[in-house]
């Protein structure tokens, strides 16, 4: 009888999509998936049509379209100060998903420890486990959720090759600080360590908050993988549109995996991507100014609704605490009476914190890329649910 690959013995299935499905059966808003419930810019969806009928519609080369490999040095450069050749360290990848796999499989010997930055986005684990990695976790703590140095160092063993960080954060919405940054250049630098970030939020910070680019920091160019991509800030996420940032003989590695993983990113989304990156400032100016605003409403529907959480610094996520619901410490349970009872679909806690599930027990996800309209509806909803909860 065929068995299943050890390396799936620890691995969970998807919360996210999970709980998007039980949305779907009885009709709860989806606040589980980081998936935007408003239209693109009319002329970058314009831009992948005329790609289509211009029947941009074959391969590209495995490593990207050059025009937009060239396009994301150019704004990387700009924004940042961020240095890459286009020719050799620029890879398009089919979102930052398979780019986090395509990393860790063309860098990891098996038996190599990865220390990963908890709550962390559920493919890391995956990605690691794939590759023949190990895991080690490192919880940041709730309500601040800071990046303490001396947990990071103390996760250090001589196994550690690589260590995953993602800024701004999901699902915490923090922005780590530069010299948050600072300590963990000075840890990959002293252990010898290639720090693999993912930044694919970078364009979404909050009220001062800057979004500061780790491969920019001083001897961390050479030993920095950075992933990014359009999905995200463009709310075209089914394009699956990302990037992948690396030193050449890095870049080489990698883009030889992502060619047998996937060949190469959607053609004609390749080509709308030039659209996209070519927006004005002005346009993203307007996309912070609204989702600055749907996160402040959120923080008020939660203020009515007892539920816990520090406004988000970045990214589009908030965890909440719902322990005034008292719900019990069962997470999932705790997720499906929100969608069966409340009609407001999110991830528990736990499926964030891989390596310390207690730590996210009272913990939800909610994600709040959605339209202003919509997050009345779920705020009415929470603030119903939550009053409820009271009169029993």
């Not at 220390?115 to 486990?129: G, L, R």
């Not at 960080?165 to 948050?180: A, C, K, Q, S, Y």
């Not at 990959?188 to 970078?202: F, M, N, P, Q, S």
Request: some cysteine; overall charge negative; glycine content about 6%.
């Amino acid at each position: 009888m065929t068995r299943l690959s050890s390396r799936l013995a620890s691995l969970h299935a998807s919360q996210i999509r999970e709980m998007m499905r039980l949305a779907q059966q009885v009709g709860a808003i989806n606040m589980a998936q980081g998936a935007p419930d408003f239209p693109a810019a009319a002329e970058v969806k314009q831009a992948a049509v005329e790609a289509i009928h211009a029947d941009h519609n074959q391969y590209t080369v495995p490593w990207g379209l050059e025009a937009l490999r060239v396009a994301v040095a150019e704004m990387l450069g700009k924004r940042y100060g961020l240095r890459a050749d286009p020719a050799s360290e620029v890879t398009i990848t089919c979102g930052v998903t398979e780019g986090m796999v395509a990393v860790l499989l063309a860098l990891l010997e098996p038996g190599d420890e990865v220390i990963i930055v908890e709550p962390a986005h559920e493919n890391y684990v995956p990605a690691v486990a794939f590759a023949g990695g190990v895991p080690r976790y490192v919880p940041l703590l709730p309500p601040q959720f800071a990046l303490e140095p001396d947990a990071l160092a103390a996760a250090v063993t001589p196994r550690t090759r690589f260590l995953i960080l993602n800024t701004p954060h999901n699902p915490t919405g923090r922005v780590f600080t530069r010299e948050e940054l600072a300590s963990v250049a000075e840890l990959a630098a002293k252990h010898d360590l290639v720090v693999i970030t993912d930044e694919i939020y970078d364009r979404l910070t909050y009220h001062g908050h800057e979004h500061i680019a780790f491969a920019t920091l001083p001897g961390m160019a050479e030993r920095t993988v950075t992933c990014g991509g359009i999905s995200k800030i463009h709310a075209v996420t089914g394009w699956r549109l990302a990037y992948v940032i690396a030193p050449e003989a890095l870049s080489a590695g990698i883009r030889k995996v992502h060619d047998y993983l996937t060949i190469c990113a959607p053609t004609p989304f390749q080509h709308a991507a030039l659209t996209a990156l070519a927006m004005p400032e002005s346009y993203y100016d307007r996309i912070r100014r609204e989702f600055a605003e749907r996160r402040d409403r959120l923080m008020e529907a939660f203020q009515a609704a007892g539920i816990a959480a520090e406004p988000p610094q970045g990214a589009y996520y908030v965890l909440g605490d719902v322990s005034a619901w008292k719900l019990g410490e069962e997470a999932t349970e705790t997720c499906r009476y929100f969608i069966q009872h409340v009609g407001v679909a999110t991830v528990p806690g736990p499926a964030f914190y891989y390596g310390h599930p207690e730590i996210g027990r009272t913990l939800l996800r909610f994600a709040f890329a959605k339209q202003m309209s919509t997050l009345d509806d779920v705020a009415a909803r929470l603030e119903r649910g939550y009053a409820r909860r009271h009169r029993q």
